[in-house]
């Protein structure tokens, strides 16, 4: 089943406000990625995280790595409409194929 | 640019009937994976290729099959369509190494009537 959850399942903020989603795995990864997938359109690749504790930025966008590498969130920094859609964690596990499982996602929602 | 195509973007089908979902990438990557996507499910794996001809189960395999005949190429078959099944199923497609990226398809929107 499911191993990989994302909280919160579905976030509205104002235009401005900060938003954050937190991915939580029942098992250690040997990297985490996050994608967005706007209205419609289908999942795209943002960044990857691969070390334990790692913190990468994208303008205003912040990725973290837990330190046992079994969570991770993603930031962003006051809100533009642009950021409209549903954020997916997903990460590969230390051992076996490459099995790539997402996480159930979050949807955001801005208004202007 | 990798460019991985689906073969229909909307499908209806009817309960019982064998249906097929293709998926074609053009980078020659090793893996290629096929989920649906639910709401508040996220995307559940239902099976992963890492070669032509091999195979593994992902986490919902159950009344699907896949084939894998060519690199390029990987179907998903549902033997015998179920209103269950009614969902939007992904494909994706990743170059073999543990620090690269998925590409994914546009998805097939499926009901099953």
């Known amino acids: 089943g499911q191993q990989v959850m994302q909280i919160p399942q579905y976030q509205h903020v104002q235009e401005g406000e900060d938003f954050t989603t937190y991915c939580n795995s029942s098992t250690t990864l040997s990297n985490i990625q996050w994608y967005k997938q706007r209205p419609g359109g289908h999942p795209v690749f943002l960044i990857q995280?691969?070390?334990?504790?790692e913190v990468k930025k994208q303008k205003r966008l912040t990725f973290q790595f837990g330190e046992a590498k079994k969570n991770s969130s993603l930031h962003i920094t006051a809100t533009q409409t642009t950021d409209v859609g549903t954020y997916f964690c997903a990460g590969r596990r230390n051992t076996g194929f490459q099995k790539l499982v997402f996480g159930t996602g979050t949807r955001l929602l801005v208004s202007p | 640019d990798v460019k991985v195509t689906q073969s229909s973007r909307y499908l209806v089908k009817r309960t019982g009937e064998k249906v097929f979902l293709e998926c074609v990438q053009d980078m020659d990557h090793e893996n290629m994976f096929w989920y649906r996507q639910d709401p508040g499910l996220g995307l559940r794996l239902i099976y992963f290729?890492?070669?032509?001809?091999?195979?593994e189960k992902g986490d919902i395999p159950e009344g699907y099959s896949v084939s894998r005949e060519k690199k390029e190429r990987f179907s998903l078959i549902l033997e015998s369509a179920s209103t269950n099944q009614t969902s939007m199923y992904l494909c994706?497609?990743?170059?073999?190494?543990?620090?690269?990226?998925?590409?994914f398809g546009q998805g097939t929107r499926l009901t099953v009537v």
């Open positions: 994706a497609s990743v170059q073999g190494g543990f620090d690269t990226e998925a590409f």
């Open positions: 995280l691969v070390k334990s504790g």
């Open positions: 290729s890492y070669d032509v001809k091999m195979k």
